[in-house]
């Protein structure tokens, strides 16, 4: 883990407000694991913070994120140019635990996609794929994985199953029930609450990755905590003892 | 590079470069990068006689040249703090200042009292920002005489040298400064956060209240360094909006003996030993044999 230079290689739109940045990084960042992230600095003086970003993926020095635009940061990092010289802090973060089972669940939805999206290259073949968007357009930024055919969502109902992508899982979580079972979610809280509540009879195995604010990413100033069931200590980093937690472990 | 040696309190210090309290979490996560023998002192997370959970999110928010915090003191306790953190600076022979609070008297002083004597604990660091929560919630460091009788009782329960944080939100810092002295503290560290607050304009809401630090600070407590610096004859730690080496230097001419860098590390990791290595390659360039040579040299 170190904070590297690296330049921009290319930055993509992909659809809405969607967009994937390439990056060549001066050095490598050593073993990268499914669920870490980096801190990237937004190039230019308007903001000073870092920004956490998923891992989307990462080989030979060069480094993927996946991006939606939401504020100031990543409004700016959306108009940087090619050859933009910037520093990426990572890998950083825990990581997803791939213990074995028989059965890989992993639920997306959104931007959550950059987040598990080297889980499921590991994975592979052996996950069931569970994505929610908007809308059909939007698919677009699982066009890497259709191979593995993802069970796909629409808010719009443009495509796939309409609602959202926790009420299209319930059908497979019955189905499936009685099997050894691991699930893997990212996506906005809500979401992952909905999940919760899905599951809560069964309390099936869940990793969850989690977002918070963060100004670190080092585990330093202790702002991106996620409140848990440890009654001693509930408050834990997202940045250190995180992004990954045990879905049973925490209080959304 | 020439010698950055400093002496405080009878204690020797590698250099005047400190981390500021809470921004260096509790030492060890930042040894993938750096170790921890690069500061002249660390200044422990802010702790306290009992554990405390800390605040809610969200706790961190960027502003225009600032950002605000709402940890809420979050911290393992003092004692657990010494059983599993205090060897590790030890063994890395790393002096160590410790920042504590409470949010009563008898929790300041609860806290200071199970703190022993230790070669390597340069100084203790009452942060008075703290609200008092027996007084309506107006924080310690407001009141010249409040500030007086508390740094005056916290004296009375500990040998360990004592610095005095100061909050800048005061009618006037100075006044505040010689209370401090007054009632006994060895030392005075200038400033700790402003508080402050965000309107987020869409959803009309306060998404958060807490303590404004980063560049926006640093004129603000430049000025506390320099007029405190000239009122009383104690060492100045000076802390706020720190984030390069011209910073840190013009903390030194206002009247700082050392100095602490807080938020330019959640900005670059590496900000600490990049200002350490410019404090010295600065002093060569001038010629001057040590720090001494720049403390209090600013004139108006
Ligand atoms: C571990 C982790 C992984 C993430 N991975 C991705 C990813 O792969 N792709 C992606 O598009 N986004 C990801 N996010 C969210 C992303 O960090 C925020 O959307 C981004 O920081 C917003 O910055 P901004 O300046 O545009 O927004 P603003 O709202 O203007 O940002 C202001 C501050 O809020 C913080 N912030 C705002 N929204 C979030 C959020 N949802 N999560 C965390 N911090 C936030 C920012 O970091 C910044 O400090 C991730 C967040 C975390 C914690
Ligand atoms: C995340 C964060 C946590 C802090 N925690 C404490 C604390 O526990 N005790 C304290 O006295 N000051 C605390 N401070 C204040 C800093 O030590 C410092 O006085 C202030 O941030 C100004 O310096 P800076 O602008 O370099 O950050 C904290 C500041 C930040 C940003
Ligand atoms: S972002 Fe600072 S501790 Fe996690």
Known sequence: MDDIEATIIQNKHIVSNYYTLKLRLSKSMGRVLPGQFVMLKIPGNEVFLRRPFSIYAYSNNTLTLMYRVVGKGTEILSKCPKNERTLVLGPLGNAFHIRKTDKYIVVAGGIGIAGVHTLIKRLGKKASIFYGCTNKEELSLINDMLHLNPMVSTLDGSCGFEGNVIALLGGYIESTKGEDRQIFVCGPAGMVRNLQKLIEKDRTPCQALVEERMACGLGLCFGCVIKTIDEKEPYKRACKEGPVFDLWEILL | MGNLTVEFFEKTMRNPVMNASGTLGYGKEIESLWGIETLGAYVTKGLSAEPHHGNPTP??????????????????????????????????????????????????????????????????????????????????????????????????????????????????????????????????????????????????????????????????ALRAVYECSKAVPIPIIGAGGIMNTEDAISFFMAGA????????????????????????EYLDAHGCSGIGDIVGIARD
């Open chain 2, 257 to 280: 003996r050392a100095i602490q860098i807080g938020t330019a590390t959640f900005v670059d990791p590496y900000a600490i030993p990049k200002i350490i290595r410019g404090i010295g």
């Open chain 2, 59 to 220: 706790r961190v928010w960027e502003e225009r040249n600032g950002m605000i915090n709402s940890i809420g003191l979050q911290n393992i306790g003092v004692d657990r703090f010494f059983d599993e953190y205090f060897p590790y600076f030890k063994k890395r022979k790393t002096p160590v200042i410790v920042n504590f609070f409470g949010f009563t008297e008898e929790e300041y002083l609860a806290c200071a009292a199970k703190i022993k004597p230790d070669p390597f604990i340069v100084a203790l660091e009452m942060n008075l920002s703290c609200p008092n929560i027996k007084k309506g919630g107006i924080s310690f460091g407001k009141e010249p005489g409040a500030v007086f009788e508390i740094v005056k009782h916290v004296k009375g329960v500990t040998k360990i040298p004592l610095v005095a944080k100061l909050t800048p939100e005061v009618r006037n810092i100075v006044e505040i400064a010689q209370a401090a002295h007054e009632g006994g503290a060895d030392g005075l560290t200038l400033i700790n956060t402003m508080p402050a607050a965000v309107v987020d304009v869409k959803s009309r809401n306060i998404p958060i209240r807490g303590g404004l630090s980063g560049p926006i600070l640093k004129p603000i």
